[in-house]
């Protein structure tokens, strides 16, 4: 069982950044793939990032150039830098575990454990 908690979220203007923390504990962090998802009002929860073992990483379409994941196995801590902020970025942010190591799955559904997400919230 692995227990994670976001962090980072709030308040941030179009154009604006945010660095969101995904804190891991009860696995061995440096073994386990990760992703970001997001859910904004009355859609359906979809992949933002991930990143694997390796430290190779994933984007969606729609952050690709704009959002950076990162990882520190010291820390058992997975990060997204989010640059250039969009009114359509404002969801609440999930990070969780991939069933697959390595996987880079985009399904929510492939994805074991789950955070209780944070919020983003960007103003025009």
């Known amino acids: 069982q692995v227990h994670l908690v976001e962090s980072g979220g709030g308040l941030v203007q179009v154009g604006g950044s945010l660095r969101l923390s995904c804190a891991a504990s009860?696995?061995?962090?440096?073994?386990?793939?990760m992703g970001w998802f997001r859910q904004a009002p009355d859609k359906e929860r979809e992949f933002v990032a991930a990143?694997?073992?390796?430290?190779?990483?994933w984007y969606s379409d729609p952050v690709k150039g704009r959002f950076v994941v990162s990882r520190d196995n010291a820390e058992s801590t997975m990060y997204l830098q989010m640059n250039n902020l969009k009114a359509e970025d404002l969801a609440r942010y999930y990070c969780?575990?991939?069933?697959?190591?390595?996987?880079?799955?985009?399904?929510?559904?492939?994805?074991?454990?789950w955070g209780q997400g944070t919020q983003v919230t960007v103003s025009s």
């Open positions: 009860g696995g061995t962090f440096s073994t386990l793939s």
């Open positions: 969780a575990v991939d069933k697959f190591q390595d996987g880079f799955s985009t399904k929510a559904s492939e994805y074991l454990y």
């Open positions: 990143i694997g073992t390796n430290g190779l990483t």
